[in-house]
C-alpha cells in the first residue's frame, strides 16, 4: 500500500538542547483529572504515570534524544508500589494503540496506550505484566483503515522465528570484565596490532549429534575463546546478531535492532558471551546495519500506517538490491531511533566496536539505480546529505560517550576522508574496509602464476593510496559465497599450489600496513564456500596441509602481535618503504616494514612456483638479518625450500639504491620475512 501523507509532528522553538535524562523518573503523565471523592488506589496512580520526562519527550522529537532504550518500548518498573511493565511506543498517524500478549489474550481492547501530548508516542503502565510475558503494539491508523500487530521497535528479547513477539525483559547483568574495559582504550590505537576474526555464530560449530543445532551464547563463549587465542587474533567480529526474521539474510535485515538474536539465548547470554571473551583478552565488533530494514508486515515498514521510518517514495525509501526499506535519516526521531540502538551495544553490551555496514549505499542517492530511479539533493548532486549528516552525528556521539571503542565503515567507493574526524570533514569512523585492496588482490592470486608477471600493479596499485584512510584489510565473508568458492578454492593451480599460494595470500596481507580481517573457516584452508545452514568442516584439519594453514595464521598473528614494525605504523607512511615494486617479471615484491624506534623487517614475496637463487635484495644496514619466517616451511606442509631459517649478513653490495644487499633463496609460492639484528 502507496501513502505519501508525511506524519504530522508539533515543530518546537529551537532551543540549546539540554542533556537527556536516562534515568527512569517518575513522573505524574500531565491530565486534567475528573474531580473524585476519594483518593486513587495505587495501581490507579501507577497506570496515569509516565516514565518518560518532558525532556525525553523533547528530546526525542527534535532528534537528540541518544538513550532512548532506557525509555521506550517494554520497561518492568514498580511505580506506586505496583509491579508492572511500562510501554511507549512512537506512532504518530494512529489513531488508537494497545498493547496485546499473554496475560489479556491478545485482546486489542483490553490495554489501550494514551497519547502524549502531539509527540506522536503513546505510553501506558499495565500492573502485573512481568519478565517473561510475550507481546504486541495493535496499532490502528487514522489512514486507509490500517490496522496491524506490530513488533516493538525498541524490544529487549524476542521470540525465536519464525515466531515475531517481543518479550518483556530487562538487561540485568553483573559484569566481570573489568580489566578489560579499564585496558581497552590501549587496545585500539592506531599504533596497536588488531586482527579480527569474523564469526557467523550459528555456522561456526555446530552440535550434529543433536540434530545438527548451533551451540548457544554460553557454548560459544567457551569454544569460540580457545580457538581465537590458539589462532592469536585479538578480535572477533560478529556478522549481525540484532534480532533477524530470515536466517538466511545473516542478520542483515533486522527488526529488533536493541536486541541480540533469541537463537542462541537471552540477552543475559550474550552479555555473558561477551564478558568470557573480554576476560580472556578478546576483544568484541558487532556488525551493525542502519542502511536497510526488511518488509515484513511486523516490523518496521508501514509502522503506523504511513512510511514513518523509511521514505514514502521509493526512489528513496527502497533498496532495489536487497528487497528492503531505506531509514528516512532526514526525520529527527529516526535519528534518535538509531543513535540509541549503535549506543545501546556499547552501553548494555559492552561491545567494542561497531562494523557499520553498506556505508556506500546510504551515501549515494544513486547507489544501484538508473538514471530516473533517483533523486537528486537540493544541489543537483547524487550525495544523500541527510545520511552524511546522520553518519557524521553517529560517530560524534560514539566517540563523546565512548573513546575507547572504534566504528568501522564497510565503504567501497573513493569517498573521501572517511576515517577522518567530523571536525575536518570527514565521516568521523576510525577505520574502513579496504574493499579495493580485497577485490585486487583475490583477482591476483585467481591468476595462474604465468600470466602474474603482466598483472603486477594489482598487489602494487595500493601503494598509492594506503595511507589515505585508517584502513582494515578484509578477507571477509562476502568472499565465500554465492558462488565465488573458498579462499583456498580460489587460488591458482594444483592441490600443493593452492595451499602455498594461501599461505602466501595470508603473509601478504599481514605484512602490509593495515589492521587485518579473516572470515572464519579461512583460518584453516576449508575447501567448500560458507553456507549458513552447516558448521565449518572442523574435519579437515586431520590433514597436514590444513593444519599448515591453522599454523601460519597463528604464526603470522604472533608475528603481528609482537613485532613492532609490523603494527605501529599501520596507519602511517613512516612505517611502509618499497625496496623493490618493480620486478615484474620474477613476480617478486619486496619492501621493508619499520617501527618508532628503528627496528626494519624487510618482507620477500615469491608469486611464481620457481625456487629463485641467489635472489639480491637491496637492504639499509648491515649486519645480520635473521629470518622470521617462511610460509614454504615443511611445518606450514610447505616445500622447506629458503635459507635454512638461519641468520644471514647483508654484503657491502649496492643494490636497490641502498648500501647493503642480502642475496637470498626465494621459496616458490612464498613469503621470507627477515629481521634487522645488528
Known amino acids: 500500500m502507496s501513502d505519501t501523507e508525511k506524519p504530522r509532528r508539533t515543530r518546537r522553538k529551537k532551543e540549546t538542547p539540554v542533556e537527556e535524562a536516562t534515568a527512569p523518573m517518575i513522573a505524574p503523565h500531565t491530565a486534567t483529572p475528573a474531580a473524585v471523592a476519594e483518593e486513587p ?29 532506557n525509555k521506550f518500548g517494554a520497561q518492568p518498573v514498580t511505580i506506586e508500589g505496583v509491579s508492572g511493565t511500562y510501554f511507549a511506543v512512537w506512532a504518530p498517524n494512529a489513531e488508537y494503540v494497545a498493547v496485546i500478549g499473554d496475560w489479556n489474550n491478545w485482546d486489542a481492547g483490553a490495554n489501550p496506550l494514551r497519547q502524549r501530548g502531539f509527540s506522536g508516542v503513546w505510553e501506558g503502565f499495565i500492573p502485573h505484566v512481568g519478565k517473561g510475558m510475550r507481546y504486541k503494539f495493535h496499532i490502528a491508523s487514522r489512514y486507509y483503515g490500517y490496522r496491524e500487530d506490530k513488533t516493538d521497535p525498541f ?20 559484569w ?31 552440535k550434529l549429534e543433536e540434530d545438527n543445532r548451533p551451540l548457544n551464547y554460553r557454548e560459544l563463549a567457551h569454544e569460540l575463546a580457545e580457538h581465537v587465542k590458539e589462532c592469536g587474533f585479538t578480535h572477533i567480529e560478529l556478522l549481525p546478531v540484532t534480532e533477524h526474521p530470515f536466517y538466511g539474510s545473516w542478520g542483515y535485515q533486522s527488526t529488533g535492532m536493541f536486541a541480540p538474536t533469541s537463537r542462541y539465548g537471552t540477552p543475559q547470554d550474550f552479555m555473558y558471551f561477551v564478558d568470557y571473551l573480554h576476560q580472556n583478552g578478546i576483544g568484541v565488533i558487532l556488525d551493525w546495519v542502519p542502511s536497510h530494514f526488511p518488509t515484513d508486515g511486523h516490523g518496521l515498514a508501514y509502522f503506523d500506517g504511513t512510511h514513518l ?22 526525520r529527527n526521531e529516526v535519528r534518535s531511533f ?29 547507489y544501484s539505480r538508473r538514471p530516473g530511479e533517483w533523486i537528486p539533493n537540493e544541489y543537483g548532486g547524487n550525495e544523500n546529505l541527510e545520511a552524511i549528516s546522520f553518519l557524521r552525528e553517529l560517530n560524534t556521539q560514539i566517540y563523546k560517550y565512548y573513546p575507547d571503542v572504534q566504528t568501522i565503515a564497510e565503504e567501497s567507493t573513493a569517498w573521501p576522508m572517511v576515517s577522518r574526524p567530523v571536525y575536518v570533514g570527514g565521516l568521523g569512523f576510525g577505520f574502513k574496509w579496504d574493499m579495493g585492496w580485497m577485490h585486487d588482490t583475490l583477482q591476483y592470486f585467481r591468476r595462474d602464476p604465468i600470466y602474474r608477471r603482466f598483472h603486477h600493479n594489482e598487489l602494487t596499485f595500493r601503494g598509492l593510496y594506503m595511507f589515505t584512510e585508517n584502513y582494515v584489510l578484509p578477507l571477509s565473508h562476502d568472499e565465500v559465497v554465492h558462488g565465488k568458492g573458498s579462499l583456498l578454492d580460489k587460488m591458482a593451480g594444483d592441490v600443493w599450489q593452492k595451499f602455498a599460494n594461501l599461505r602466501l595470500l595470508y603473509s601478504y596481507m599481514f605484512a602490509q600496513p593495515g589492521k587485518k580481517l579473516l572470515f572464519m573457516g579461512g583460518e584453516f584452508g576449508q575447501w567448500r564456500e560458507w553456507s549458513h545452514d552447516t558448521s565449518l568442516d572442523w574435519h579437515l584439519l586431520m590433514f597436514p596441509s590444513h593444519q599448515g594453514v591453522l599454523r601460519t595464521i597463528s604464526d603470522l598473528n604472533r608475528l603481528y602481535r609482537s613485532e ?15 625496496v623493490d615494486a618493480n620486478d615484474a617479471d ?63 649478513m647483508a654484503e657491502e653490495t649496492p643494490s636497490h639504491g641502498r648500501p647493503y644487499s642480502l642475496r637470498l633463496r626465494l621459496p616458490p609460492l612464498g613469503a621470507l620475512f627477515f629481521k634487522h639484528n645488528g
Not at 155 to 174: C, H, K, L, M, N
Not at 564 to 578: R, S, V
Open 586 to 648: 620474477a613476480s617478486v615484491y619486496s619492501f621493508l616494514r619499520k617501527s618508532r624506534h628503528g627496528e626494519t623487517i624487510l618482507v620477500v614475496l615469491n608469486a611464481t612456483p620457481v625456487v629463485r637463487e641467489d635472489y639480491r635484495v637491496g637492504v639499509p644496514a648491515g649486519g645480520w638479518w635473521r629470518e622470521l619466517f617462511n610460509s614454504d616451511s615443511e611445518y606450514y606442509w610447505g616445500s622447506g625450500q629458503g635459507n635454512a631459517g638461519g641468520v644471514i
Open 176 to 206: 566481570s570484565d573489568q580489566q578489560w574495559m579499564a585496558e581497552r582504550g590501549q587496545r585500539h590505537r592506531l599504533d596497536v596490532p588488531i586482527s579480527i576474526y569474523e564469526v557467523h555464530l550459528g555456522s561456526w560449530r555446530r
Open 41 to 69: 488506589s495505587a495501581a490507579t496512580k501507577a497506570m496515569m504515570a509516565s516514565i518518560l520526562s518532558e525532556d525525553d519527550i523533547y528530546l526525542f522529537n527534535q532528534g537528540t534524544h541518544y538513550r532512548l532504550y
Open 309 to 330: 521510518y523509511e521514505h514514502a517514495d521509493p526512489r528513496k525509501g527502497y533498496h532495489p538490491d536487497w528487497g528492503s526499506y531505506i531509514y528516512n535519516y532526514g
Open 564 to 578: 613492532p614494525a609490523l603494527h605501529e605504523f599501520d596507519c602511517d607512511p613512516k612505517g611502509f618503504e618499497w
Open 338 to 366: 538509531l543513535i540509541s540502538s549503535a549506543l545501546c551495544w556499547l552501553d548494555k553490551f559492552h561491545i567494542d566496536g561497531l562494523r557499520v555496514d553498506a556505508v556506500a549505499s546510504m551515501l549515494y542517492l544513486d
Open 155 to 174: 524490544g529487549s528479547y524476542f521470540e525465536v522465528a519464525p515466531q515475531t513477539a517481543a518479550i518483556v525483559w530487562d538487561r540485568d547483568y553483573t
